[in-house]
């Protein structure tokens, strides 16, 4: 237990001085420092990792946000789940001859005894938060063997009866070994970073995939009399109807973590060996993850425009790409970049995907007549500062969002498209006057994400002549600066990438630009202006990631290639 000290206190208040009244009331409630922090992150006042680091400060020790740390696996499998479950402790990586061990209570040196006899080297413990160690143990210490051994010991027999009634199979879906393969699915998937699940019934078997860093991969092929009751009790549970397998169908999961709910959103499709089912994983079990400009591989050049945008009272900012591609989780993070008490910020999403106490967050449904454009009208009925708009979908919503940034409000939003300069003109496209776009636009950020080079496997590669020859140009004699690739290792699956990363492009709108937009300037013109003001396509950003050894010269060329090539 670490006391609530008065050190603990001030720092508290310092970087919240909102907080400062608060204090004795959230204190009262809490038994010890860590309670008395979490409390202070649940109703807004401080993030993760600034309360995490106030107490690590306060007890001589280092905090890690699980929600941004790598994990051994073949160190976790050293330590017992029975002790890391009730001591609340859950190794990371090793370093050397030291194994860094995530603790609630990194002043055990009797636990911190025990974990060295397990893991056979010094143990460095650092802060981690109770749910967040909670949620890492549930996750990291899933076995598939226990999903293999439910599939062994399922019995199919009552799917297989011809006479098979709707009744019936709605009972069967309550059989413990069901619901503990779907559960054990989820896991799997959560452990491995998968985006999205796939269940595919096929002619003879049942093929599930992941979607790991954006590839999808083959992960498990199972009894083909498996697909009907794995599907009917994912359809129970996220709301589906189940006596309905001839039309397509969406539902949604709220899979418990100790630290959050996953949401996972769900879509089945008719085909002609069964119904095909895909999940969507929203969002990581670490709730609690920072959303900082600053961590988000941003190149400081863009971040400052950025910011200079951001900053701006009135205004529309778009963040575009593809799905997937990390849009919302940029925009929550320029929300925290300009997040004060004096500022009245409402986000309308569909679904919410991060919970902030400390804003007012509405859920889109469109079935209950709460569309975006619906909802926006509302808003603008209640004096807002900032707006968030989830997604920018039809002409109406485009409409009201633009004439609220031209009325004194900041917009932020996302929207489909290509590239930067695309985004310019989209709005108009939809149907929006030009004399009302050019005005309120005032910065368009384009974004991908593309696989990065596993740090335990990396080494240097040249890329083949083709490549360089194609995109770069360099003189006779000169030296070429290295480039890597990842080899292939356990911890990566032996892909040589383990996550992703970020690459950017950022449009600022100029006054030059924003003529060129009025005079119906076509898009090669709208680009020959932005580049002459300094504006830079994604693949150069790419391309420097690549230089630093952060990914390959080939992932960069395949997610920014023109249609033109």
């Known amino acids: 237990m670490i006391a609530i000290s008065p050190d603990i206190r001030k720092k508290a208040s310092d970087v919240c001085p909102a907080f400062a009244a608060q204090l004795e009331g959230l204190a009262i409630h809490a038994d010890d420092a860590v309670e008395f922090m979490q409390n202070a992150i649940h109703y807004g006042y401080l993030d993760r990792d600034t309360a995490g680091e106030i107490i690590a400060e306060a007890i001589g020790r280092t905090h890690v946000n699980l929600g941004k740390t790598l994990f051994q696996q073949d160190l976790i499998d050293k330590v017992p789940f029975e002790l890391a479950s009730s001591k609340k402790a859950i190794p990371l990586y090793k370093m050397g001859t030291v194994a860094t061990v995530a603790m609630v209570d990194p002043l055990d040196t009797k636990l911190i005894s025990a974990l060295e006899l397990f893991l056979g080297s010094k143990v460095s413990p650092v802060f981690s938060f109770p749910d967040e160690v ?268 633009t004439q609220a940034a031209m009325t004194g409000h900041l917009v932020l939003t996302t929207l489909h498209t290509n590239d930067a300069i695309q985004a310019s003109t989209r709005l108009m496209d939809m149907g929006v006057e030009r004399f009302m776009v050019a005005p309120s636009l005032i910065g368009v950020l384009n974004q991908r994400l593309v696989r990065r080079i596993c740090p335990f496997c990396r080494v240097e590669h040249p890329p083949g002549e083709k490549n360089l020859s194609r995109f770069f140009t360099w003189r006779e004699g000169a030296t070429l600066p290295p480039f890597y690739r990842g080899e292939g290792c356990e911890r990566c699956n032996h892909s040589g990438y383990l996550g992703r990363i970020a690459i950017h492009e950022f449009l600022y709108i100029t006054h030059r630009l924003r003529d060129g937009l009025l005079g119906q300037l076509n898009y090669h013109q709208l680009l020959d202006i932005a580049n002459s003001e300094g504006f830079h396509e994604m693949r150069y950003d790419g391309y420097k990631k690549a230089l630093r050894g952060l990914t390959t010269l080939e992932e960069v060329i395949e997610a920014t290639m023109p249609e033109t090539e």
């Open 134 to 401: 909670e949620s890492a143990i549930v996750v990291k210490y899933h076995s598939p063997l226990e999903f293999d051994k439910l599939v062994d010991e399922f019995d199919f027999s009552p799917f297989l009866h011809a006479d098979l009634t709707d009744q019936h199979l709605a009972e069967l879906m309550e059989s413990n070994q069901l619901i503990g393969m779907t559960d054990s699915l989820i896991l799997m998937a959560l452990k491995e970073r998968a985006s999205d699940i796939h269940i595919e019934p096929k002619k003879h078997d049942l093929l599930i995939r992941f979607r790991v860093d954006g590839s999808l991969t083959e992960r498990l092929v199972l009894s083909k009399n498996l697909a009907l009751p794995l599907v009917s009790r994912l359809k129970v549970i996220s709301g589906m109807d189940i006596t309905n397998r001839r039309t397509p169908q969406d539902g949604r999961i709220n899979f418990p973590l100790p630290i959050k709910n996953i949401d996972i959103r769900l879509s089945t499709l008719p085909t002609i060996n069964g119904e095909k089912m895909v999940m969507r994983m929203l969002g990581s079990p670490f709730a609690g993850t920072t959303l900082n400009l600053e961590t988000l591989d941003i190149v400081p050049s863009l971040l400052t425009r950025l910011k200079q945008v951001i900053r701006q009272p009135n205004g529309i900012l778009f963040v575009t790409g593809p799905t997937g591609c990390g849009k919302t989780t940029t925009l929550y993070a320029a929300l925290n970049f300009i997040n004060r008490p004096s500022l009245n910020i409402i986000t309308l999403e569909d679904p919410v995907e991060y919970e902030w106490p400390s804003i007012n967050q509405v859920q889109v449904d469109e079935k209950a007549g709460r569309s975006f454009h619906t909802l926006l009208r509302s808003v603008l009925r209640q004096d807002p500062d900032v707006i968030l708009v989830g997604e920018i979908r039809d002409t109406e919503t485009a409409r009201i969002a």
